[in-house]
């Protein structure tokens, strides 16, 4: 079995989440209530059983508590053999008392569902599958052969055999069914929390790289004096020491050198320093920012940017903000991927919302997962022809989740879905197929203030 990814919650893993205390406390609640449903049966309800072989077995759950709680530190968690072992001992420990006391007869015999549903959220679909097998087998061997209950004088608690045999059903469907179920519900539960992880990861690496260019800007900025001043020197030396060439070449490589290194403080950021202005931005320039890195992949990326009524007023200055910007980069990246030859970015604004399209003349989303965008870890059959649209790329939805959570986030809405037909709002009008995506926002929730005052510049600390 491989180890999951740092940072990963793996389906196949999440026996390792288990602690051995916890386990052991609810294993030891268990046991106390079968003891004091033994004991209610034995001298309240007259019934009759083999009580030594019943203790035994019950002694043999206690001491297997016992030593888990001695042996054992307290933050001991369970690997996933170790779990699917202790549940088996459960599931067998339970068959055994049930075999002693009556069998399918027995109204505690829906307790074996409990391990099997318990087992089917903790560990992974092979082990459950196993051991749901397991019961499933043992409680149809003791509907076949088991020690009948008495009463006091000797006579046998008999089942008329039709209900027996719905005994048998309703457990075995219950096992079937809580397995299933458990773990379906356990399993979404595992691929959401991976996938807001990620989401997380994704926002909190945005949110480093903005600070990041701010702070190299005013890197570029405060150094732009000393490198000034170093080029001037080197400049004055090497027209001084023209007479030793050998001074003045060293002299003109120390101005190279400086500007090179004015070149590239350049390079590592356009931006000013790291104050209010780095927050906010025109439209247009946040959707620039936010396609960039896929400007150049070979698709043409055109961007349409026009007020959607006449008393709309002029371009907004919206929220530069790192969940905004890795948001729509997802989806840009979407489209260029899928896209056969051109992507459109639209947005418009009326006095109240922003709307934002944005288009492919791609194949469009399959009708199979169409419903289920936006959604983490889409299952879909493989497509052969995938690799030759997409090359290297297996996508499970988690990109599209990210983009829909993050912009969710700042208070957008997200329609996902195929164009037909003639695109009569893009130049050329050109005959569309592929996919859609509409994200809208109420004004207030993006809008900048413009007349905010800019935030004081920080100084550099050492």
């Not at 793996?10 to 602690?19: A, C, L, M, T």
């Amino acid at each position: 079995m491989t180890t999951p990814p740092f940072g990963e919650i793996s389906q196949e893993h999440r026996g390792d989440w288990v602690r051995l205390r916890t386990m052991a406390y609810v294993r030891a609640l268990a046991l106390g209530g079968q003891a004091v449903a033994l004991l209610v049966a034995h001298y309240y309800l007259g019934l009759r059983f083999d009580v030594v072989l019943v203790w035994l077995v019950m002694g043999a759950a206690a001491l297997s508590i016992l030593l888990s709680l001695l042996l054992f530190p307290q933050t001991r968690r369970l690997s996933e053999s170790e779990a699917l072992l202790t549940f088996l001992f459960d599931i067998a420990q339970l068959s055994c008392l049930l075999y002693l006391t009556g069998g399918i007869t027995n109204p505690f015999a829906l307790l074996i569902i409990a391990p099997v549903a318990v087992a089917a959220m903790a560990l992974g679909s092979r082990a459950t599958l196993f051991l749901a097998a397991m019961a499933v087998a043992l409680i149809t061997l003791i509907s076949l052969t088991y020690q009948p209950l008495r009463f006091d004088d000797g006579t046998v608690l008999i089942v008329p055999p039709i209900l027996a045999f719905g005994f048998w059903a309703a457990i075995v469907i219950g096992i079937v069914f809580q397995a299933f179920y458990a773990q379906r519900v356990a399993a979404e539960a595992t691929s959401m929390a991976n996938a807001l992880l990620a989401a997380q990861m994704a926002l909190s690496r945005e949110q480093k790289l903005t600070d990041l260019g701010g702070v190299v800007a005013a890197t570029a900025h405060e150094l732009g004096t000393p490198l000034a001043t170093i080029k001037l020197i080197a400049s004055e030396l090497e027209a001084e020491l023209r007479a030793q060439p050998e001074l003045a070449e060293d002299a003109r490589i120390l101005r190279e050198q400086a500007d090179r290194c004015r070149d590239i403080l350049r390079s590592m950021g356009r931006a000013g320093k790291d104050d209010t202005h780095l927050r906010r931005a025109p439209l247009e320039a946040v959707l620039q920012e936010a396609a960039e890195p896929h400007l150049a992949r070979g698709k043409q990326v055109h961007f349409l940017i026009a007020p959607g009524a006449e008393d709309a007023g002029d371009q907004p200055l919206v929220l530069r903000r790192p969940e905004i910007i890795h948001g729509l980069r997802n989806l840009i990246q979407n489209a260029v991927d899928f896209a056969r030859a051109e992507v459109w970015v639209q947005a418009e604004w009326s006095d109240t919302r922003l709307r934002i399209r944005i288009r492919d003349d791609g194949a469009g989303f399959s009708p199979q997962i169409l419903g289920a965008i936006g959604e983490p870890f889409i299952r879909q059959r493989r497509d052969p022809e995938r690799p030759n649209r997409r090359p290297g790329y297996d996508g499970m939805g988690l990109g599209l989740f990210i983009a829909k959570t993050l912009l969710e986030r700042s208070g957008a809405v997200l329609q996902v879905g195929n164009q037909q037909g003639v695109a009569r709002d893009l130049p050329g009008q050109p005959r569309l197929q592929g996919g859609q995506i509409t994200i809208d926002w109420p004004l207030e929730h993006i809008l900048a203030d413009r007349d905010a005052p800019l935030a004081p510049n920080q100084p550099l600390s050492a």
